[in-house]
Nanobody
């Protein structure tokens, strides 16, 4: 079964930047919206950002809009999440996953609509 692999997480100071990568093998992301989610200790997994297969169109949670940018490289079968002006409340494990419906647009909210979850990558924002 296909599974996504997230990377790029690290310990960073408030105000810093990181770029997360999401990739997979044996599964072409081309026709699918890809979402980034995060889960902090003791909290539910929440939507962060999503990018559709065509357009592409992007969506962001209010808490990250203006600070995070999602993009995709079709040739590399990779989706990125560029994060800037990081805050302690951004601390979480970040996951990516694919929409279950081919060519879904716009992106649907909620982890229940996504599949092929990876192990996640830890982002810690602390001084």
């Amino acid at each position: 079964q296909s599974q996504f692999v997230e990377s790029g997480g690290a310990l960073v100071q408030p105000g810093g930047s990181l770029r997360l990568s999401c990739t997979t093998s044996g599964f072409s992301m081309d026709g699918y919206a890809i979402g980034w989610f995060r889960q902090a200790p003791g909290k539910e997994r929440e939507d962060v950002s999503c990018i559709t297969a065509t357009g592409p169109e992007t969506t962001y949670a209010d808490s990250v809009r203006g600070r995070f940018t999602i993009s995709r490289d079709y040739a590399k079968n990779t989706v990125y999440l560029q994060m800037s002006d990081l805050k302690p409340e951004d601390t979480a494990v970040y996951y990516c996953a694919a929409e279950v419906i081919l060519r879904a647009t716009p992106c649907r909210s909620g982890p229940e609509h996504y599949r092929y979850w990876g192990q996640g990558t830890q982002v810690t924002v602390s001084s």
